[in-house]
């Protein structure tokens, strides 16, 4: 029978069990331990206990006990048929099982009889996996599971508990042929065999508030062969003697609404997520106010919520509270990660898209450059930007776009084309894939980060895994990349390295030994966590089986709370009311575990805002308040401007400093839009091409067209062609459609081309360009040279000539209303038309100056001019003189700064 030791309350319970543990052992000077083996439940516990062990041995001879896990338990005393699989090769073998089924058994499981995709393939090993290793877990196969839930009379699909049992014995199989075993399926076998090895050991305590069924079985094998097992317990018998059974588990029901007395805890509510930092340093500045300097080790942070940790931790070492290193990003989401993630998306799409996001990665960026490749970034955002293709092979063969994309990114084609083959046996992908990986990230020189060793280090793991297999099953490359991300998921959300106070996550606070102890977190949905079960496995069902499931992770936590309150140490639990999103957040049920008046004033108390509550604002030094951003991003001397374009205007009437940046050459600042269809810009611009193209014939034409349906035709070719060429056969669902929104803008410009044809006017000049070479001194010789281009000019045999410059906004406004406001110029395009024509002998009446509006509204499609007068064309030129001015005599700077 297993015994139960309560270590009893009011200290700690590490501290506690060390000095039991030496009581157990003392025989004069020495304290041999060295036949007693503790199970503790994580690696940092048992350190701690290691150290406790030396302090309280005081000079006697110590031979400490061994220390384990409760998988390290399993894995010591359970016989091996064969190897263990690792997880890499479980997943591998959950997929060819998934491969090979039955389209029946894929329904049945599934419920749908679509053909799985390879995401789906994927996806679906990953989460049968899991799935099956809870179950394992637990000592069950899905045959015992489904008769269990049948037989008590839970509403079981059955059909898709068959095809799991069909899947798994598939399972059984492929990892037999690889000379492997689930280790849950190993570890029951060897049960249901006796295949136990016994040593040396005599005795074996276990503190675990939760252990599972195969733990519970191994121990009374052990304990029926003359093993003492004894479960710990921290706290009174007498207090908790009715509460555990005798594994030391909490019993569910009597901790299901188990009251639990927070009058030796300080209860701390603030605003939002990043206040619990303040309410730490609130706390550590009234010690050190009390009692002097303080000392790291006599306070530890429990952090439940892993997305909060990296946040709280920065928060007090940037107020000089010494704190660990802390790896707080998911190794899936560093460089590494990253890589293998995109390389696997556009193996499995062949998309350009995700191809551009490889040539984004800067390990892959600074291989490229390695390669010849001359800014492959800006290279790749040009062509992205001009022909946003869904994959290179659908750019017609021979074309430009064909020819740039091949060129910037063929060291890149090449590297990969080995990843493009088809399914080989998955340990023929390791060296490939390693080379690859070890090619890129070793190029660039930067040294890597701590998640991204971690991630490199699983890798390498699970590579020699392959390696070691006698066979294993034929898998693609990103079926293989993908299985490879599923391990990088794995890996422990955040630890910490270094001194500092202690920084912890839940389960490791009831065991930690720190006199003082600030638990984070303390809202629904993180203390308790309410993470999603899988809902082929419901609540119920997983309470019948003893696996985890809410209610018994709720009641683990309960007593883990309670037991931390007992401990002996001042506790300050710390709930915030808002996300920093600023959302409500409920305070943990875990606070409201009392009734009638003491609850009605403690839910008064989280709710209400305290007169002064802690805020992280408070803390913000003068100095950590300054913005790490450069006061003056312009760098000094003169600016370097070598021309101005009729467009610069506007830019520089409506803010001096944005024109500085976007047109010294020293600076050129510049976006990049990476969308999937084209901006409202590159819209337009497409528009525009069309309307070009469409006038170029028109001008070569000796007539007038006058008919709407002939125009009609050939502006509607002229799209086609110029999509075709641009965006190949097939492009994306956004370009489509916004073809097809240009196609119908372009119905109206032919009705109103063609009456603007019968009333007279025929089009003289299309995009008439004035650029380096051709380019007007303006407003004199001692000016800029002014660029431009007119989008088109048309001639009336009566009336002369008209400047067009066409409009695809959806707001129509006429050229007074965007180039004037009440009491200045605000844009000055439309005038400097008329002063780049003039300089070639075409005068343009002040009337003249208009748009053609091509908006979304058919109805709206119009040509609208100005009235302006002579006078105010004149205002408007010496308004575009003053602007000359002030950039070539050396006052732009002083008139950005007098803006700023």
């Not at 040294?447 to 280090?457: G, I, M, N, P, Y």
């Not at 009336?799 to 209303?817: F, H, M, N, W």
């Not at 180039?819 to 003249?848: C, E, F, T």
């Amino acid at each position: 029978m297993v015994e139960r030791v309560f270590l009893g309350s009011g200290t700690h319970l590490l501290p506690s069990l060390a000095s039991w543990l030496l009581e157990q052992h003392a025989d004069g000077d020495v304290l041999d331990c060295s036949r007693h083996l503790v199970v503790l439940p994580t690696a940092r516990s048992r350190k701690q206990l290691e150290c406790l062990l030396l302090e309280q041995a005081e000079g006697r001879q110590l031979v400490p006990p061994d220390l384990t896990t409760p998988a390290g338990l399993l894995d010591r005393y359970l016989i091996r048929s064969m190897a263990h699989a690792d997880s890499l090769t479980l997943q591998l073998a959950w997929l060819c099982a998934i491969k090979k089924a039955s389209p029946a058994v894929l329904k049945s499981v599934t419920g749908h009889d679509t053909p799985l995709s390879a995401r789906e393939s994927t996806a679906l090993a990953n989460r049968l996996h899991r799935l099956l290793h809870d179950l394992g877990g637990g000592g069950y196969t899905p045959v015992e599971v489904h008769s269990l839930g049948t037989k008590a009379g839970m509403p079981l699909d059955n059909s898709r508990w068959e095809g799991l049992e069909s899947l798994w014995q598939d399972v059984q199989s492929i990892l037999a042929s690889c000379n492997r075993k689930d280790p849950d399926t190993a570890r029951r076998e060897a049960l249901d065999a006796e295949s136990i090895h016994i040593d040396d050991i005599e005795s074996i305590s276990i503190v675990s508030a939760d252990p599972s069924h195969l733990i519970i079985r191994l121990l009374d094998h052990l304990n029926a062969r003359g093993i003492c097992i004894r479960s710990i317990i921290h706290g009174q018998l007498d207090e908790l003697q009715d509460d555990f059974d005798e594994y030391g588990a909490v019993k569910l029901d009597n901790w299901e609404d188990r009251s639990i007395d927070l009058s030796n805890a300080t209860v701390v509510t603030c605003d939002r997520e990043d206040d619990q930092a303040a309410a730490i340093l609130d706390r550590l500045a009234d010690h050190s106010q009390d009692d002097g300097p303080l000392k790291a080790e006599n306070f530890t942070v429990a952090i439940p919520d892993d997305n909060a940790v990296h946040m709280l931790v920065h928060a007090l070492h940037r107020n000089g509270v010494p704190v660990p290193e802390v790896l707080s990003r998911p190794a899936d989401d560093g460089r590494i990660g990253r890589l293998i993630k995109i390389l696997a998306d556009y193996l499995e799409e062949n998309s350009a898209r995700h191809l551009g996001d490889l040539v984004r990665h800067p390990d892959v960026e600074a291989w490229l450059i390695g390669q010849g490749i001359t800014s492959p970034v800006a290279g790749w955002d040009a062509i992205w930007t001009r022909y946003i293709p869904r994959s290179l092979e659908e750019l017609p063969e021979g074309s430009k776009a064909h020819q740039e994309c091949h060129q910037l990114l063929s060291p890149l084609l090449d590297a990969i084309q080995t990843f493009h083959g088809d399914a080989i046996p998955a340990h023929e992908w390791c060296m490939p894939f390693m080379d690859f990986l070890g090619g890129i990230i070793t190029f660039s020189g930067k040294e890597l980060e701590s998640h991204d060793e971690q991630a490199l280090r699983r890798i390498q793991a699970s590579m020699e895994g392959q390696l070691d297999l006698l066979e294993s099953p034929p898998i693609r490359a990103t079926e293989f990349l993908k299985l490879l991300q599923q391990e990088l998921k794995s890996i422990s959300t955040w630890q910490t390295s270094g001194n500092g106070i202690g920084v912890v996550g839940w389960l490791d606070t009831h065991l930690d030994v720190a006199p003082e102890l600030f638990i984070t977190g303390l809202t629904e949905g993180i203390l308790p966590a309410n993470d999603s079960m899988d809902t082929w496995l419901p609540e119920q069902l997983r309470e019948l089986l003893g696996i985890e499931s809410q209610r018994r992770r709720f009641a683990r936590d309960a007593w883990l709370l309670h037991a931390i309150l007992t401990s002996g140490r001042h506790v300050t639990l710390v709930s915030p009311r808002r996300s920093l999103l600023g959302s409500p957040l409920a305070p943990s049920r875990l606070l409201l575990r009392t009734s009638g008046e003491a609850l009605a004033t403690r839910i008064q108390e989280l709710i209400s805002k305290p007169a002064q509550s802690s805020s992280l604002t408070d803390w913000f030094t003068a100095e950590a308040a300054e913005s790490s951003f450069l006061d003056n991003p312009i760098p000094g001397g003169d600016p370097v401007i070598d021309h101005v374009s009729v467009t610069d205007f506007r830019r520089f009437l409506e803010d001096p400093a944005a024109f500085l940046l976007q047109r010294d050459q020293r600076v050129r600042a510049r976006t990049v839009d990476i969308l999937e269809s084209l901006s409202a810009a590159d819209f337009g611009s497409m528009i525009h091409v069309v309307l070009e193209r469409w006038g170029i014939e028109e001008v070569s034409r000796s007539h007038r067209t006058e008919d709407p349906e002939h125009i009609d035709h050939a502006l509607q070719s002229i799209l086609e062609n110029y999509a075709l060429e641009r965006f190949g056969p097939h492009p994306s669902p956004g370009i489509r459609i916004q073809i097809a929104i240009a196609s119908h803008r372009l119905h109206a410009v032919a009705r109103v081309q063609a009456d603007r044809a019968m009333q007279g006017w025929k089009v003289e000049l299309i995009e008439k360009s004035f650029g380096s070479r051709n380019a007007p001194l303006f407003p004199d010789v001692d000016g800029l040279p002014l660029h431009g281009k007119i989008d088109r000019v048309d001639l009336h045999a009566e009336l002369g000539y008209q400047a067009i410059d066409y409009k695809t906004s959806s707001k129509v406004e006429g050229p007074r209303k965007i180039h004037m406001s009440k009491s200045r110029w605000k844009d000055l395009q439309l005038p400097l038309y008329r002063v780049l024509l003039r300089g070639v002998g075409i005068a343009v009446p002040p009337n003249g100056l208009g748009y053609f509006h091509v908006p979304p509204d058919p109805d709206l499609c119009s040509l609208s001019f100005a009235d302006w007068n002579e006078d105010d064309l004149h205002k408007a030129e010496e308004e575009a003189g003053r602007v000359v001015q002030i950039i070539t005599s050396g006052k732009l700077i002083e008139e950005v700064e007098a803006t700023l």
